[in-house]
């Protein structure tokens, strides 16, 4: 997607405004600025504060964002009067036929352990390593990266060159790795989503995707990066460890040599986001309240915000909102409403330039070379305080690590090459199923339940959702044995409501330990984002009075009941609720 501005006309800078803090990356001197639309909800109203002393002309590019208008209508803002301002799409489409398939370590997953499906994985990667130039290897989080790499690398008979890369890494580091496959010196490089953005490394024929992407856009990013030519194929592959998991990469392949990409979600009206640029426009220079509230209007994600709302944000800037605290904040404007002047306190720039973005801090320790000082990295706080003692090894960037000493924040370490290491853990957000993934999910498990008795059902599964032999055996398995379990196939418009726990009780000594075990499961296929909002007011309802912890998961829900059945009906009433144990309920999605 390509979108111009038109000039907003001559202007000029205020000279304490720096051009950096404004969230747009230009170069030389015409006017023209680049971003990616898909990074910018911090830099919407950034952008409107941007004063240069010529024409403005903003282009946006990407080829997995969708819908085109309303990300145009995101990146161009609104004029004065409220009305969008003009702009042109230039929509490529979709050139390349991606080369996809979803994998399977084994045929059985039910009865295989987890340690024989990673043996089974590990060798395949190694021989589809060795069977091509450069292979990128995508994981979902930094410890399966650095494990995935470290346990490549213990096999025997390796010959295969293999490294990590992470965003934890330093960048220095990090610029070793992505440089060492372009000069021929890595044969596959372990990565996480710092390397969707395009960065060069060089090659790549082969990106194989340890388990779910999650998401179409996520995938095609990923697997774009095999075959980065016109003319050339981007290959990718997809492995799955689980037999949910592979429903939803098969819906998820399929949706990309489709072109399907997911919606992109446009967050409006974020007073936090709002808060933050008030402040530092105000760092910048003075303003008058209802010309910064009319700067405000015009980017769409503000367009809506009302007078209250804004005059709600200043009162807690300006120290005047009542906080139920025994100090409130310090105020970081100065705000006079008889003139509606805003201007800076002492403090404001320190905190504006300190306090960037929207992305939550973690306590992270430095990883450092005690000899030279030299950067390696960071790690969690927690890990180091809880996991690690004086002259313990781990890894990070594929390198191994003696602990010799901390200093503050910071970890001092020496080499340890040859050392059986351990591999850090990282705190992070987990990964969600997108709403249009789960119900491309949903309508695959609805085909399959009506073709479950058709025997040419595995070789469907492989031409139409991309699943390799064994992938579509266990695929198919799985929902033939969940028929013959619930009598019912959930979909995305069936919620499959499961309840089970042990015999009853045979004396009262047993009653409360029998009513703390029963358990209820709501098999949701929309993932964080439709399990939450469901699943927090029905916990609160089951959570009044009862003890047992509930708990959540992202693909499916699982709440622990603390009662017997017939108390549950009163807190889920609508739903027809029976008391045998083991019971199933298949309960329609209006």
């Known amino acids: 997607m390509f979108c111009t501005l038109p000039p907003e006309g001559p202007g000029q800078r205020h000279p304490q405004e720096p051009a950096a803090a404004t969230g747009w990356y230009s170069r030389g001197s015409s006017g023209r600025a680049a971003r990616d639309p898909g990074h910018c909800a911090q830099r919407g109203y950034a952008a409107k504060r941007a004063r240069v002393a010529g024409p403005l002309q903003g282009i946006g590019c990407s080829a997995t964002l969708n819908p085109l208008e309303d990300i145009a209508a995101f990146l161009v803002g609104c004029e004065e009067d409220g009305r969008s301002r003009p702009c042109t799409i230039v929509n490529a489409g979709m050139r390349k036929d991606p080369d996809v398939q979803v994998m399977a370590p084994l045929r059985d997953f039910l009865e295989a352990s987890n340690t024989a499906l990673w043996s089974s994985a590990y060798e395949l990667l190694l021989e589809e390593i060795s069977g091509h130039t450069t292979t990128l290897i995508f994981t979902n989080s930094r410890y399966k990266a650095e494990c995935t790499a470290l346990r490549l690398d213990e096999l025997p008979n390796r010959s295969a060159r293999i490294r990590a890369h992470h965003g934890s890494m330093s960048r220095e580091t990090g610029f070793e790795a992505e440089d060492e496959p372009k000069a021929g010196k890595l044969d596959a490089l372990v990565a996480t989503a710092a390397l969707e953005l395009g960065i060069d490394i060089g090659s790549v024929d082969l990106v194989y995707q340890l388990d779910s992407p999650k998401s179409v856009s996520t995938g095609l990013q990923r697997i774009g990066r095999a075959g980065h030519l016109l003319d050339a194929t981007s290959k990718g592959r997809v492995l799955i460890f689980e037999r949910d998991e592979l429903l939803e990469a098969a819906a998820i392949c399929r949706a990309m040599t489709a072109g399907q990409v997911d919606a992109l979600g446009i967050p409006h009206g974020c007073l936090d986001v709002l808060a933050q640029q008030i402040t530092g426009a105000v760092a910048a220079r003075d303003w008058q309240a209802d010309e910064l509230l009319a700067l405000i209007r015009r980017p769409c ?18 120290g005047d909102h009542p906080f139920q605290m025994a100090r409130g904040p310090r105020a970081q404007v100065l705000w006079d409403r008889a003139s509606g002047r805003l201007s800076a306190t002492r403090s404001t720039k320190h905190v504006s330039s300190m306090n960037i973005g929207t992305i939550p801090e973690t306590a992270e320790y430095e990883v450092a070379i ?16 809880n996991c690690l003692r004086h002259r313990d090894v781990f890894v990070i960037g594929s390198s191994s690590w003696r602990v010799v000493g901390v200093r503050r924040n910071r970890l001092l370490l020496e080499g340890a090459p040859g050392a059986m290491p351990t591999v850090p853990w990282w705190l992070g957000p987990v990964g969600s199923r997108t709403v249009e993934a789960g119900r491309r999910v949903g309508i695959l498990r609805r085909e399959m339940a009506a073709r479950l008795d058709d025997p040419h059902l595995c070789e469907c599964l492989q031409d139409e959702y991309y699943l390799c032999p064994d992938g579509a055996t266990a695929t198919a398995d799985h929902v033939r044995q ?3 379990a619930a009598g019912v196939i959930p979909d995305h418009e069936t919620l499959l409501v499961e309840t089970w726990g042990p015999c ?23 993932g964080r984002a ?61």
């Not at 994600?301 to 300006?318: H, I, K, N, P, R």
């Not at 005690?370 to 305080?385: C, H, L, P, W």
């Not at 909002?533 to 709440?559: F, K, N, Q």
């Open 482 to 484: 969940q028929r013959a």
């Open 504 to 526: 009853p009780p045979r004396s009262r000594l047993w009653e409360k330990w029998w009513m703390a075990t029963w358990r209820k499961c709501y098999f949701c296929w929309f």
């Open 530 to 590: 439709a399990s939450r909002p469901y699943g927090y007011p029905t916990a609160s309802r089951i959570r009044c009075g009862w003890w047992r912890p509930i708990c959540g998961a992202s693909t499916m829900m699982r709440l622990g009941l603390g009662a017997a059945v017939r108390d549950y009906r009163s807190c889920c009433h609508g739903l027809r609720m029976v008391s045998s144990p083991a019971s199933i309920l298949p309960v329609p999605l209006s």
């Open 370 to 385: 005690a000899s030279s000082n030299k950067r390696i990295g960071t790690v969690q706080s927690e890990f180091v305080d």
């Open 301 to 318: 994600a503000y367009t809506g915000l009302s007078q209250d709302q804004f005059d709600a944000v200043l009162e807690m800037l300006s």
